[in-house]
């Protein structure tokens, strides 16, 4: 997607370890979401990022899991002690446009082994 | 925040109108409603988004009746090349930022 990179674009890990994912969106865009996508399912919401806010952490599945943003710019996703389940590809997003549409970024697929 | 509710797939031939519509009983005032098409391997991307009435792009047209409890999104004449995955959503829109929940999808089909 226009304005969002994501790195790594696939990780395998071994169950157990942590990861760490990122976003970095084009400076200057307030509001970031990370979702999670498990093969052939929707979209999962789990945090959201709103300038200076407190980020809405009410999607996160677990305290494994958790995610920092500094100022308008990187994210990262971190997860802990990963599991088989945590399995699939994570998506960033930003808004831009006219509409105040969500832009994607390609995603990082995760695979725990 | 509003749910949506969508049929979970569609099927139609090459060069038919589809319509997919999604229930939205509990928009709020403020809500925007948008869709998204998501091919596998690639993020979801904005197609199209409205408040009231009727609202056409070059891609799609989506028909919100006057309560806004439901919206039709509307792909005239569809190639192979649309077989996809369709989100609503309802929320973030013109100005707008909040916490976005995307629903199942409808599993659009397209065959020859």
């Known amino acids: 997607g226009a304005g969002v990179s994501q790195s790594p674009s696939n990780k395998v890990t071994e169950k157990g370890k942590d990861v760490e994912l990122r976003c970095d969106p084009i400076?200057?865009?307030?509001?970031l979401y990370w979702y999670r996508q498990r093969l052939g399912q929707g979209l999962e919401f789990l945090i959201y990022f709103q300038g200076n806010s407190a980020p809405d952490k009410s999607g996160l599945p677990s305290d494994r899991f958790s995610a920092e943003r500094t100022g308008e710019s990187v994210s990262t996703l971190t997860i802990q002690r990963t599991q088989q389940e945590d399995s699939a590809v994570y998506l960033c997003?930003?808004?831009?446009?006219?509409?105040?549409?969500?832009?994607f970024g390609p995603g990082t697929r995760l695979t725990v082994t | 925040l509003a749910k949506t509710t969508q049929p979970i797939s569609m099927d139609s031939y090459e060069g038919q109108e589809v319509n997919i519509t999604c229930s939205h009983n509990?928009?709020?005032?403020?809500?925007?409603i948008t869709w998204y098409q998501q091919f596998p391997s690639q993020g979801p991307r904005f197609i199209i988004q409205?408040?009231?009435t009727k609202v056409t792009n070059e891609v799609a047209s989506l028909f919100i009746p006057a309560d806004r409890k439901s919206s039709t999104l509307s792909l005239p004449r569809v190639s192979l090349s649309d077989t996809a995955v369709y989100y609503c959503?309802?929320?973030?829109?013109?100005?707008?930022?909040?916490?976005?929940?995307f629903g199942q999808g409808t599993t659009l089909q397209v065959k020859p």
């Open positions: 400076s200057g865009h307030t509001a």
């Open positions: 409205g408040y009231k």
């Open positions: 509990n928009i709020a005032t403020n809500d925007y």
């Open positions: 959503l309802v929320g973030v829109g013109s100005g707008n930022t909040g916490k976005l929940i």
């Open positions: 997003a930003i808004i831009g446009g006219l509409l105040y549409e969500q832009y």
